[in-house]
């Protein structure tokens, strides 16, 4: 079960950082995005050095010692890299920057005496777990303190800004904002009650294993729920994206035997989109919600186009009846037919008239877009009825 959810973890973090990417590649000047980008980045290459395989893998081509210490090193750029994101946002972006590079020389310091520490300290010493490690030695004492109260640091100013930001974030900005800070109380603390340990055990005195099992749990609980938060806007986001992107599909096919009709008698309202010389545009062109917008244009195109051989072929009725979507649905086949033989007679009579009393009985009779889109589907929900 713990193999299949980490698995999943990964997975999903590996997805956060692919999709992130491609955001950075459209928008390489985006510092917030970037920072993101690399405190994703960071992380997700932090999580193959915790395990077995790979720290034992680095270990052995770089020598004792440098899995932890390559994991650290990452775990102290992912809180660095989620400081920048709130500092790059700041209102004055440049004091931002500012900011950002002292805080660059602070981590710098921090990776320097974690990694002195690891060059000297005698083989072996530092490849076990936090639980599992002597503290008693003074590298491995200063390696965890060191790395842990920076971590403390990061995370509680990272708490700071976020909870501030959420206090004034609409939702659901604001619920993932709160489920973030959360998550990054939760981690501070966590880092915080392990400095403690760090100085008990140094002293050569035991921690009960229940307070040592409840600080993992912690974190085990805490770092999830900061993932949570921070993707919750975002997965909302793309499900309401993906719900318009499906109603969006359902409206164009529904307004497929309107368009159908109408563009096969006239044939130029249809808006061309294959000569754009670039491909992405072409690509972007081929999409639901363009084809389903264009779709709308065209089909009231040719109901301006056939409005004058409907009026032509009008012999009576009340406008009462003229205005039904099965009425009018049967005298589009009529008038599309009719247009289809190019009659000269009364049609084209009306035509070079400018017939208009009753040319808007086929163009939707109220204002508005979501009106227009509903009488369109009537019409067409009509000719699929009448087939």
Same mark, same amino acid.
Request: charged content about 15%; hydrophobic content about 50%; some cysteine.
């Given at each position: ?54 720290? !034992? ?12 210490l390559a994991q650290n090193v990452l775990l102290l750029a992912t809180c660095y890299f ?70 403390m640091y990061s995370l509680t100013a990272a708490f700071c800004w976020t909870q501030r ?46 307070? !040592?099992?409840? !600080? ?122 009719a247009c289809d033989r190019r009659n000269e007679g009364a049609v084209g009579a009306a ?37």
């Amino acid at each position: 079960m713990a193999v299949t959810v980490t698995v999943l973890f990964l997975v999903a973090l590996a997805g956060a950082v692919a999709w992130k990417l491609f955001q950075l590649y459209k928008d390489p000047g985006n510092a917030p995005l970037r920072a993101v980008t690399l405190c994703l980045v960071c992380a997700g290459s932090s999580y193959p050095l915790a395990m077995p395989g790979g720290a !034992t893998g680095l270990d052995a081509v770089a020598g004792h010692g440098a899995a932890k210490l390559a994991q650290n090193v990452l775990l102290l750029a992912t809180c660095y890299f989620l400081m920048c994101f709130y500092m790059y946002s700041a209102a004055d972006g440049r004091a931002g920057h500012r900011r950002a590079r002292r805080e660059a020389m602070g981590l710098l310091l921090v990776i320097a005496v974690i990694t002195v520490v690891t060059i000297t300290a005698p083989r072996a010493v530092l490849n076990g777990s936090f639980s599992t490690a002597d503290m008693t030695v003074p590298h491995v004492a200063a390696f965890y303190l060191v790395a842990g109260l920076y971590l403390m640091y990061s995370l509680t100013a990272a708490f700071c800004w976020t909870q501030r930001y959420a206090r004034f974030s609409q939702r659901p900005l604001s619920t993932g904002l709160w489920l973030a800070a959360v998550g990054l109380a939760g981690m501070a603390a966590a880092c915080l009650i392990r400095a403690v340990f760090v100085v008990i055990r140094s002293q050569g005195s035991p921690v009960p294993s229940v307070l !040592t099992v409840a !600080t993992s749990l912690m974190l085990v609980m805490t770092v999830p729920l900061f993932v949570i938060g921070i993707t919750y806007p975002g997965v909302r986001t793309r499900i309401t994206a993906m719900r318009i992107w499906h109603q969006h599909r359902q409206l164009h096919r529904r307004l497929h035997p309107l368009w159908l009709l109408l563009t096969q008698a006239f044939p130029h309202t249809v808006l061309r989109t294959s000569d754009s010389v670039s491909w992405r545009d072409r690509w972007r062109a081929r999409g639901v919600h363009r084809r389903y917008h264009r779709r709308i244009i065209e089909c009231r195109d040719g109901l301006v186009q056939i409005s004058p051989y409907l009026a032509a072929l009008d012999h009576g009725g009340t406008a009462s009846d003229a205005t039904m979507p099965e009425r009018v649905a049967r005298r589009l086949r009529d008038a599309a037919h009719a247009c289809d033989r190019r009659n000269e007679g009364a049609v084209g009579a009306a035509w070079m008239a400018g017939v208009t009393p009753h040319a808007s009985l086929a163009m939707p009779q109220q204002r508005g877009r979501d009106a227009d889109l509903q009488q369109l589907l009537s019409l067409s929900d009509a000719l699929c009825a009448t087939t």
